[in-house]
């Protein structure tokens, strides 16, 4: 079974500082998609990265791709009150089906 | 252009009881799923459909049923709910099979007592 571990798990910052969250697989995904869900809403979806290595950036959001596809990693730079949700990645698996992390809730104080 | 909508918002159920959860998408995607969110465990695939016509269960099929109604509509069926089925359900849609891409609804909180 592929699992995608996600850390840290709850993350409350300040406006202004920079954070990074993590996750992580024993799997190897064809592709890594971001996504944010705010309260009472579905998920949307912010980036898909594809390629070892690939890095994207959406604003002040930074996205990475691990090398050998089984990690990624969300940068946020001067996090905002609006960058509040639950942030969640999914791969794309053996079976071409998203199995999506167990997600980092953050929350960014005015 | 409203993308995905689900209904209800919410729902009370009883153990035992039976009942549909709606999910519509005005943008002409081939593909739909049903996932259940619980607290620590992200999203899980109950059924797909990657076309009209077709359906195909996903990591948590039991205790539902689905029904690929049209290209629109995709159903979520509990015949009988057990309190294990407490959850919020999202339904999404995608232009092609394959899962990328995908566009979410707003979700059903469902509460089985």
């Known amino acids: 079974t592929q699992l995608l571990e996600q850390s840290p798990q709850f993350l409350s910052i300040q406006e202004g500082e920079n954070l990074t969250v993590y996750c992580n697989s024993s799997?190897?995904?064809?592709?890594l998609q971001w996504y944010r869900q705010e309260p009472g809403e579905g998920p949307v979806l912010l980036v898909t990265?594809?390629?070892?290595?690939e890095v994207k950036k959406l604003k002040r959001l930074t996205f990475q791709f691990g090398d050998a596809r089984k990690d990624s990693s969300l940068h946020i730079t001067a996090a905002q009150p609006g960058d509040t949700g639950l942030y969640l990645c999914?791969?794309?698996?053996?079976?071409?089906?998203?199995?999506f992390g167990t997600g980092t809730l953050l929350a960014v104080q005015p | 252009n409203a993308g995905v909508t689900q209904t209800p918002k919410f729902q009370v159920l009883k153990t035992g009881q039976s009942m549909t959860l709606q999910c519509a998408q005005d943008?002409?995607?081939?593909?739909m799923y049903w996932y259940r969110q619980d607290p620590g465990m992200g999203l899980r695939l109950i059924y797909y459909?990657?076309?009209?016509?077709?359906?195909d269960k996903g990591e948590v099929p039991n205790g539902y049923n689905v029904s690929r109604l049209n290209k629109r509509e995709f159903s979520l069926r509990l015949e009988s709910a057990a309190p294990s089925q407490t959850s919020v359900y999202f339904c999404?849609?995608?232009?092609?099979?394959?899962?990328?891409?995908?566009?979410f609804g707003p979700g059903t909180r469902l509460l089985v007592l």
């Open positions: 999404a849609s995608s232009p092609v099979s394959g899962f990328l891409t995908q566009y």
């Open positions: 990265v594809v390629t070892g290595g």
């Open positions: 799997s190897v995904f064809s592709s």
């Open positions: 459909s990657a076309s009209e016509g077709t359906t």
């Open positions: 943008m002409n995607h081939n593909s």
């Open positions: 999914a791969g794309a698996g053996a079976t071409n089906k998203l199995i």
